[in-house]
């Protein structure tokens, strides 16, 4: 007998929409918990993707997005416009405002003093050397914080990362794999110690049951603030971003 091996055929993770006259990038994402297909607009980011329930749904996905594209135009219209990460704009850092100033020289490519952030070399070059010391600060933070909070709960992470993501402020994988946004570095420190404890506690229970918030409490008893802030603030950090060019 014969046997063939098939290949699964590869499926769209994104694509591109025309909505209001410019092409847009659309993530397509599998859900199976999901009821249907659904299309989301990120309210802070303004990224577009659309959920499937299905494999066979994430053939179809970028059709029926076609189908939603005013109802898209109108999210859009109400996303605040974003910050860029270059000199002039006045940014947040660990909670504080910060001003972002170019100089010709100095002792780093960036670094922090008196709630300036001097960033030196060319114009074209800065928001990208700010965005990369802001992962940098974020990166020593998440892995002194997450290091600490595993010690007390008797966990081990196997691996921190620092990512830029639209939609979560943390995660925590099967592989016992700790990932954050960089925008945390933005927060004041008790809602990014808030985070990462919350996603050491996801190393004693993989859920959101009674359990797990019990271990986050262990962690940081005061959930009410970090969790407050970032419902009230959470939205103004996916603003800033790098630009190029």
Known sequence: MLLKLFKRKALPSHGLLKVAGRMLEVRVRLNPR???MIVKVNPATGEVSVIAP????????????RGETDWISGQLAKVPGSVALKPGEVILFRGHPHEI??????????????GIIWVRGREAHASRRVLDFLKREARALFEERALAHAARAGVKPSRITVRDTASRW?????????SFSWRLILAPDFVLDYVVAHEVAHLREMNHSPR????????????????????????????????TG
């Open 34 to 36: 999901a009821r249907r």
């Open 212 to 243: 797990f918030w019990a271990h986050v409490r262990e962690l940081v008893p005061n959930l009410d603030m970090p969790q407050n802030w970032l419902k009230l603030n959470g939205r103004e950090l996916q603003r800033y971003k790098a630009v």
């Open 170 to 178: 943390g995660s925590c994988s099967s592989a016992r794999s700790l």
């Open 54 to 65: 299905t494999r066979r749904g994430l053939a179809v996905a970028l059709d029926f997005a």
């Open 101 to 114: 100033r170019a100089i010709a020289r100095g002792p780093a490519p960036v670094w922090r003093e008196d």
